[in-house]
């Protein structure tokens, strides 16, 4: 819920998976599964604030030292925040800024712009959203999925995974 205290940064990198793939290769796939998560929560998109988002979320990243030439074991990703800000000293996003606010300052602000203080260290991990508004649940649901994601495929074992509710 807006309230709970486990949060997911959809800005988290994902683990790395091997030496045979590149940091550029790391951040690029996280910009697009960000943006994304984008077009869920800002709706339709122009063309230009499609490009738009794809700067400034390089920019982003770049703002807290995530480069091609990064050590991202080092790193401290950023929060959605990061992002207004850079948007904000960008010329034709005010729309953008308008419609992320919501997620940032507004009424959604709870649910993803804080680090992660979510961990799989446990046998059994359950995420629920039940407790979440309708129109946020189409979002937590794909940050959720995002990051099991990223962190199943860092470390190859057999697991099980379970959706409930997947209609949603």
């Given at each position: 819920s807006l309230s709970s205290?486990?949060?997911?940064?959809?800005?988290?990198l994902p683990r790395p998976m091997g030496e045979d793939v590149s940091t550029e290769d790391i951040i690029r796939s996280a910009v697009i599964t960000l943006k994304g998560l984008l077009r869920i929560m800002l709706g339709k998109l122009t063309t230009a604030e499609d490009s738009l988002?794809?700067?400034?979320?390089?920019?982003t990243y770049a703002?807290?030292?995530?480069?091609?030439?990064?050590?991202?074991?080092?790193?401290?990703?950023?929060i959605m925040q990061d992002l207004q800000e850079v948007l904000?000293?960008?010329?034709?996003?005010?729309?953008?800024?308008?419609?992320?606010?919501?997620?940032?300052?507004?009424?959604?602000s709870g649910l993803l712009n804080s680090p992660t203080?979510?961990?799989?260290?446990?046998?059994l991990v359950v995420f629920s959203v039940r407790d979440l508004e309708d129109e946020l649940r189409p979002i937590a649901i794909?940050?959720?999925?995002?990051?099991?994601?990223?962190?199943?495929?860092?470390?190859?074992?057999?697991?099980?995974l379970?959706?409930?509710?997947?209609?949603?």
């Open positions: 205290e486990n949060k997911l940064n959809p800005f988290d988002l794809d700067r400034a979320l390089l920019e703002k807290r030292d995530i480069t091609p030439s990064s050590d991202l074991s080092t790193v401290e990703p950023p904000e000293g960008m010329e034709g996003t005010g729309d953008l800024v308008v419609r992320l606010k919501k997620y940032t300052d507004g009424t959604f203080t979510v961990t799989m260290k446990a046998q794909y940050s959720i999925i995002n990051y099991i994601w990223n962190v199943v495929r860092s470390e190859r074992k057999k697991r099980i379970t959706i409930d509710e997947a209609w949603w």
